[in-house]
């Protein structure tokens, strides 16, 4: 009897430990439930108003925001897809006349667009910024799985849940100025957050597929294949992890080996035009066309005989920071590609506000860094100012002819720079935190660099 009144003691002991558990599980699904309906709600709800608009108001795409500089470049431009299907319709190379200037897989893509009505170019535009929030709220939930060990000891956090970040991303005025201006960046944005996704979620292959489709789609997303790699190594089991740098070596030979082929079977098909109309034109800035970026006025400036040195400075400026910012935060590869994808969008010779939105929905990923920004108000400022400033710079200097194109191009200074403080203010605030991480009781001390 002694026996079993332990034994019922003991249950009796448990059960309330059972059922706090169970309560705890339930709680936990309920709460996932809820942030997957409002997750739902806030993707049905931001598509529907980009539908609403392209539907009830389509002067205002095809006659004014189609047109911005500010979100439609010359190798991003809806007009000249058009223009490229309508001659690939017509049995013309689109790459012959000089206007077409994108990827021959957007050309497949809306040659089977051309043949259906309107209505389902749209729900693309809309489908494809509905899977980038997506997406981003899927990399929100695995980056906070992946987190939970690295956390400065005594740490409260406020965490931005995945329809939050869905949230930040779909009502950002620049990512719905860009969808309903119809510029194909939204794909190439497609393609980057799959790869990124991929990558944290250990799939190698598919995040090379991704980073290889998103190079092909505008270039210089082909930088991303560092932080790619590392996620790639860091993903392999512990057993293979002395073989590093095999493993990253083996994922670049894969990128290469990908992006190498596709560009070969367009050229066998389109020609060299192919190659001299997408890439080298994107190299060379050969169309300098105004937009939110550093190229045009200063090659506009330039004399001839000093292009081709400054075209390897400015390109190298955009594309050398791939190695180091992935190698000095090999530890967290997706911050690495979040800064890459900054710097891509502040550096790149055909930059557009869709670029900015990319990574300004990448940022909320990292709220854990928010208390460690410095510089914050300055940097949102030079933003607000640089897009504020730039539509009534060019509004004087194209249409009133009061102004001339130093006012425009002061304004992409200002919003450059603004992208620029922001880059190093996250950086900083990364590497003050990883310090507060390894020692703890340097919290409340001041970091002097010398």
């Known amino acids: 009897m002694s026996a079993d009144s332990e034994q019922n003691a003991t249950a009796a002991e448990q059960s309330p430990d059972i059922a706090i558990i169970t309560a705890l599980k339930r709680q936990l699904l309920r709460t996932e439930a809820a942030e997957r309906r409002r997750l739902l709600r806030v993707l049905i709800t931001g598509s529907a108003i980009r539908l609403i608009i392209l539907v009830a108001f389509p002067g205002l795409v095809s006659h004014y925001l189609s047109g911005r500089v500010e979100l439609s470049t010359p190798v991003t431009s809806y007009k000249r897809l058009v223009e490229g299907v309508h001659l690939s319709i017509h ?13 021959p897989l957007l050309l497949i893509l809306f040659r089977v667009l051309h043949v259906l009505p309107d209505m389902f170019t749209n729900i693309v535009y809309v489908a494809v910024d509905a899977m980038i929030a ?82 092909h789609l505008s270039l210089y997303p082909a930088v991303l294949i560092a932080p790619v790699a590392l996620m790639a190594a860091v993903s392999q089991k512990e057993s293979q992890q002395r073989w590093l740098v095999g493993n990253i070596a083996l ?17 066998a098909v389109f020609g060299t035009q192919y190659f ?38 400015f390109q190298l400026t ?5 190695v180091p910012v992935s190698w000095r935060f090999r530890d967290d590869p997706l911050f690495a590609g979040t800064m ?29 860094l928010t208390k460690y920004l410095q510089y914050s108000f300055l940097s949102t400022n030079l933003l607000m100012y640089g897009v504020g400033l730039a539509p009534v710079f060019w509004h004087l ?41 390894h020692y703890p009781e340097t919290r409340t001390r001041t970091v002097i660099q010398e």
Not at 180 to 208: D, P, R
Not at 255 to 262: I, K
Not at 281 to 310: H, K, M
Not at 353 to 368: K, N, V, Y
């Open 134 to 215: 997506l997406t981003l709220a899927k990399l929100a939930a695995a980056k906070a799985d992946k987190s939970k060990s690295s956390r400065v000891p005594g740490e409260i956090r406020f965490v931005c849940t995945p329809s939050a970040i869905a949230t930040m991303y779909l009502f950002n005025p620049l990512t719905v100025a860009t969808t309903l201006a119809k510029s194909t960046i939204v794909f190439s944005h497609l393609a980057i957050v799959s790869a990124l996704y991929a990558g944290v979620s250990g799939l190698a292959n598919q995040a090379i597929m991704f980073t290889t489709v998103a190079a």
């Open 276 to 313: 001299m109309a997408t890439v080298d034109f994107t190299l060379r800035a050969a169309d300098l066309q105004p937009n939110v970026g550093l190229f045009w006025y200063f090659f506009i400036e330039i004399f001839d005989e000093f292009r081709p040195f400054f075209y390897v400075v």
């Open 251 to 267: 994922t670049l030979a894969k990128f290469a080996f990908a992006t190498g082929a596709l560009h070969l079977l367009f050229v």
């Open 340 to 368: 890459l994808v900054g710097i891509i969008s502040a550096l790149k010779s055909y930059p557009s506000w869709g670029d900015l939105s990319l990574f300004l929905g990448l940022l909320p990923l990292f709220e854990e």
């Open 318 to 322: 955009a594309l050398a920071f791939a």
């Open 91 to 103: 049995n013309t190379s689109p790459y012959d006349g000089g206007i077409f200037h994108q990827s």
């Open 397 to 437: 200097w194209i249409e009133l002819g009061t102004g001339n194109a130093n006012f425009f191009y002061a304004a992409t200074l200002v919003y450059v720079f603004g992208q620029i403080t922001l880059l190093f203010d996250l950086g900083s605030a990364k590497l003050r935190r990883e310090l507060d991480i």
